[in-house]
């Protein structure tokens, strides 16, 4: 579940919806996000545009790139392109050769380069720095004090 303290933020900064929408649920269903995560929750009721900012780096609104953009196109490049395993999705555009990547299958988020981050990522040295998607938020949007 989504901590108190990420919903407050976002309710604070007029992004919280309490509704979801069919459209977002069905977006997040094609790519395999199942709709009863802490990202589901996070993606159907948060927005505030194409994209969020903070921490000097943008992350999409998920659901909005899926319905607005070819992210289905860009899943697979980035799982070709940087040999990624299938279980990662990308949450924001690999800018600066620096992005996050968000594990379907564990909940995790990992922070991932270019050069010798993605060289100890594919031996098994480098693992995902924030162990939930919620603990990721809660970072990104600097609310863990």
């Known amino acids: ?5 990420v ?11 309490e509704e ?22 996070f993606y159907l009721h ?9 921490r000097q780096h943008p992350i999409y609104q998920l659901c909005w790139f899926i319905l607005h953009t070819d992210y289905n ?15 990662y999705i990308p949450l924001d555009s690999f800018e600066g050769e620096y992005g996050y990547f968000y594990n379907r299958e564990t909940d995790e ?5 270019l050069g010798q981050p993605m060289k100890e990522f594919a031996e098994g040295r480098l693992k995902p ?6 603990e990721f938020l809660e970072w990104y949007f600097d609310v863990t004090a």
């Open 1 to 5: 579940m989504l901590s108190a303290k």
């Open 7 to 17: 919903i407050e933020y976002c309710k604070n900064k007029d992004w919280w919806f």
């Open 20 to 41: 979801s929408t069919k459209e977002y649920e069905q977006a997040l269903l094609t790519i395999g996000i199942d709709l009863h995560t802490d990202i589901a929750a």
């Open 46 to 54: 948060a927005e505030d545009g194409p994209t969020f900012y903070n």
């Open 73 to 87: 196109l860009y899943l697979d490049s980035a799982h070709q392109a940087l040999a990624l395993p299938k279980a």
């Open 109 to 113: 988020v990992l922070g991932l380069g």
């Open 129 to 134: 720095q924030w162990s939930t998607f919620n």
